[in-house]
């Protein structure tokens, strides 16, 4: 091959691949034009024509599908529509999976089970009267309790039960085995039905192949069904319901109710879901009356489909939304509002206004399950019986809606809201009445939304934000605290009312269950082989209506009992009152925010800031009180020769901390703050002929947001010298701390680059440009400018390198196809010190 490659075949090189580089081009832009303009685009007007409710918008659908009005915006509709129903369908096809591999509820199999045999209608009967008296155990559930009594008491006359019982229904239930299995397989194949085969279907389909990435023009099949597909959910899942729930709300007269409430297109679609309920129910029930089993099944099916959508819609949005409505209305006094101004919000913002308050009753439902979990790593198995345990593997809540009856979802929606709602009345209004009047010039809050303050609501947002609530989120201690609390008053509460066993068991009794349990594990588990037998659906069932608690321990039951529990719940009701009102007020947010307060006074003067910032502030100053106690309580039993080298180490840990803290939480945001005003915010907001100011508390705050943005991206790039220092530092932490590796290897590179970049177009603009002799419009343009000139002659100087790497690797691929002949692997040997020795070289490979 010769030296250089000659000039025609670098340019035949470049024309292939600019060829190449096009043909690629124009396919993927087909691509981004199929699914991220055909299809959102069609979604969209077919969803607008479907509810304008006329035939002439029907006639014209080809016409409005082409037409370019409002493109944008009917396309960010139309992504919305397509996932909602992409959600739908991955929904539908996730809650088959649930009923065939959790089981159809009973009253879906039974009718089917009928015409296998004569046994069968004597063990649908059996069924029935077990579920009937699994659900009278349910429905009174403190039996179990006093049952679990006897059974800590005398493990052994259980397992005698159990083996009983075992040999009484063990002939009969062996009987129907067969028969149930196969009504069982005989529905899954109804389920399980396959028109082609989908293993080897979803072995050749890719995510590649279905979006078009590979090249090939096969998604155009793709797009046409995604389209079909959209269409159809867009009529059975929203046409229908919308329409039904229309004609009936209209038919009842409740029209102008329903426009009150500013969401007349979900609730008619609700109301519409329910009516839709209620009618496949009916239709079942019809279907099972005449015989017509595939249309009984159908509807029965249709009909869960319906109820669990409701259902999620109701756990998930209407009853955190009725927990944030109600904390919003009993927090009222504290905020110095009225209903009246609450309604005003929500006339003039209705979405942001419900979304706000749903997101506040997710958050108190949150903490609250939270709140749970940790009283169930205190509190004896077992106490907590009437509240559903989330961290038990059994517990799905799926299976729940599809087995469990209306009535008791609305039972149980019911009594959660009566509880949340006391708690909030306990812990929340009835403090604010005592505060109230104890203390009346210390509420209410000051919460507005603008403030006077030259500091920007943003900086102190972002500060809120970055600092203060991962620092104190990030810290395990107040889980411990907590729980350490909880602890003591079960303690007090239980020695008090002589409930120690109840609330905490006694260790001599777990100790014994400790080694009965596997007894206890395996009669439970042979109880269970017969059920199983039933179908995977039976033993599901037998799962959710399972009397006990899974870790059920013995407790000693005292006199009076019902009367120390009633005790036990007065008392527990006025000490959630006593902490809530603490935290209302002594040493959180008196201190907080009075201390909050006169630490914000030193930043904003005398003017007005948000409570919120002030509450913050002091709470994390309360928070670092707190922790420097606790750590000197534990220090104190070693001893005063310990503590005086303990509190040596920690000044000098807290003294280097506080030097890398300076430096890198002080030093460089503020560099980096600066410096992005000077590039990008001065040249975009002040003219030319106004002089820019600077605030440096408020590009400290904003350089704190863009440093972590910055240690984001770099921790999650490729390998490079600065991405190692950031690991090492992490791995080092707080207690090994190395100073003289964070200075010389991050604080000074970092610092330096920031200082040069600010310096350098200092200096040119102000030092060198009037010695040249230019106007003073000149130097002051070239003073306002150079920085973003500098940092597009950065930009470009990049993009130039990167092409000459991209031109060198298209030299070598031209030279490559050119004159490369093969590739040979040879043994790499190493040239010996003696000549005379050497052997015959290796081959060499060949081009």
């Not at 919000?345 to 997710?362: E, I, K």
């Not at 599901?540 to 407790?555: K, S, T």
């Not at 790039?717 to 010389?744: M, S």
Request: with cysteine; glycine share 6%.
């Amino acid at each position: 091959m010769p030296s250089r490659l000659p000039i025609q075949d670098i340019f035949a090189g470049l024309v292939t691949s600019i060829g190449t580089a096009i043909r690629y081009w124009f396919h993927y832009t087909l691509v981004a034009f199929a699914w991220l303009g055909v299809v959102p685009l069609t979604a969209c007007r077919i969803y607008k024509c479907l509810f304008t409710g006329s035939v002439s918008s029907l006639l014209t659908l080809p016409l409005d599908i082409l037409s370019t009005e409002n493109l944008l915006a009917d396309c960010l509709q139309g992504c919305f529509v397509v996932t909602c129903t992409l959600c739908a369908f991955i929904s539908l096809v996730w809650l088959r999976e649930q009923i065939v591999h959790g089981g159809a509820p009973q009253w879906l199999e039974q009718n089917q089970q009928q015409p296998l045999n004569g046994v069968g209608q004597q063990n649908e009967a059996q069924a029935v009267v077990n579920g009937g008296v699994e659900n009278a155990v349910l429905d009174q559930p403190a039996n179990p309790a006093a049952e679990n009594v006897v059974v800590g008491e005398n493990p052994e006359i259980q397992e005698e039960q159990v083996d009983e019982e075992e040999e009484d229904n063990e002939d009969e239930e062996d009987a129907v085995v067969e028969d149930a299995a196969d009504a069982n397989n005989g529905a899954q194949d109804d389920m399980n039905w396959n028109a082609l085969e989908w293993d080897r279907a979803a072995e050749e389909l890719t995510w590649e192949r279905m979006l078009g990435l590979d090249g090939s023009l096969v998604f155009l099949e793709h797009v046409f069904w995604v389209v079909s597909l959209n269409t159809l959910f867009i009529l059975v899942f929203a046409f229908c319901p919308y329409h039904i729930g229309h004609f009936s709300i209209v038919g009842l007269g409740f029209e102008e109710y329903v426009q009150a409430s500013h969401f007349e297109g979900l609730i008619t679609t609700i109301v519409g879901y329910v009516l839709l309920a209620v009618t496949l129910i009916v239709c079942h029930g019809l279907a099972a009356l005449v015989k017509f089993q595939r249309s009984r099944r159908l509807l029965g099916v249709c009909y869960i489909v319906v109820k669990v959508s409701l259902l999620v819609v109701v756990e998930i949005g209407v009853f955190p939304l009725i927990c944030g409505w109600w904390l919003d209305i009993c927090s009222l006094e504290m905020f110095d509002a009225t209903l009246k101004d609450r309604e005003l919000s929500f006339q003039s913002a209705p979405g942001t206004t419900m979304f706000l308050h749903w997101l506040v009753g997710m958050v108190y439902v949150f903490y609250f399950a939270s709140f749970i979990l940790l009283l169930r790593e205190v509190l004896r198995p077992g106490v907590l019986w009437f509240l559903r345990n989330l961290n038990d593997p059994d517990f799905n809540p799926v299976q729940e809606m599809i087995h469990l009856p209306i009535y008791r979802h609305l039972r149980r929606f019911i009594l959660s809201v009566i509880v949340f709602g006391s708690i909030v009345l306990l812990m929340l209004w009835l403090p604010i009445r005592i505060i109230k009047y104890l203390l009346p010039n210390f509420l209410p809050y000051n919460v507005m939304l603008y403030s006077d303050a030259p500091v920007s609501e943003l900086s102190l947002e972002l500060l809120l934000l970055q600092v203060v609530l991962p620092a104190l989120l990030e810290q395990g201690h107040t889980r411990q605290w907590l729980k350490g609390l909880v602890r003591a008053w079960t303690v007090t509460a239980g020695y008090l009312l002589d409930l120690h066993s109840y609330l905490l068991g006694d260790q001599e009794e777990n100790e014994n269950n400790a080694n009965q349990q596997p007894n206890n594990q395996h009669a439970r588990n042979n109880n269970a082989i017969p059920v199983v037998g039933e179908g995977l659906h039976a033993a599901h069932q037998a799962i959710l209506q399972q009397g006990g608690p899974v870790g059920f321990q013995p407790y000693r039951r005292p006199l009076k009992f019902p009367l120390r529990i009633f005790l036990l719940i007065v008392f527990m009701c006025i000490t959630l009152l006593i902490a809530s009102l603490i935290c209302l007020t002594l040493p959180v947010f008196v201190f907080s925010v009075f201390a909050g307060r006169w630490l914000m006074s030193f930043w904003t003067g005398t003017a007005k800031i948000h409570e919120l910032y002030t509450a913050a502030c002091g709470l994390y100053v309360c928070w670092l009180t707190i922790r420097a106690v606790t750590v000197l309580v534990a220090w104190m039993p070693q001893g005063r020769r310990v503590i005086f080298q303990k509190v040596k180490e920690w000044s000098l840990m807290i003294m280097k901390t506080l030097i890398v803290a300076i430096l890198l939480a002080g030093v460089v945001p503020l560099l980096l703050g600066l410096l992005f005003e000077l590039v990008i915010v001065a040249p975009l907001r002040v003219p030319l002929d106004q002089t820019p100011l600077f605030y440096p508390w408020q590009d400290w705050a904003l350089g704190v947001l863009h440093a972590k943005i910055i240690a984001a991206i770099t921790l999650m790039g490729p390998q490079w010298w600065l991405k190692t220092v950031i690991e090492q530092v992490y791995a080092n932490g707080i207690r090994n701390i190395d100073l003289h590796f964070i200075i010389r290897k991050l604080a000074a590179p970092v610092i330096s680059v920031l200082l040069l970049s600010l310096c350098v177009p200092y200096v040119i603009a102000s030092g060198v440009v009037p010695l040249l002799g230019v106007t003073a419009e000149m130097q002051n343009l070239v003073q306002r400018r150079i920085y973003p000139f500098l940092l597009m002659v950065v930009v470009l100087m990049g993009i130039l390198s990167f092409q000459v790497r991209q031109f060198k690797r298209l030299y070598e691929h031209i030279k490559n196809d050119k004159y490369l002949v093969g590739q040979r692997l040879v043994n790499y040997e190493r040239k010996s010190g003696k000549q005379g020795t050497s052997t015959t070289p290796p081959q060499s490979s060949q081009e």
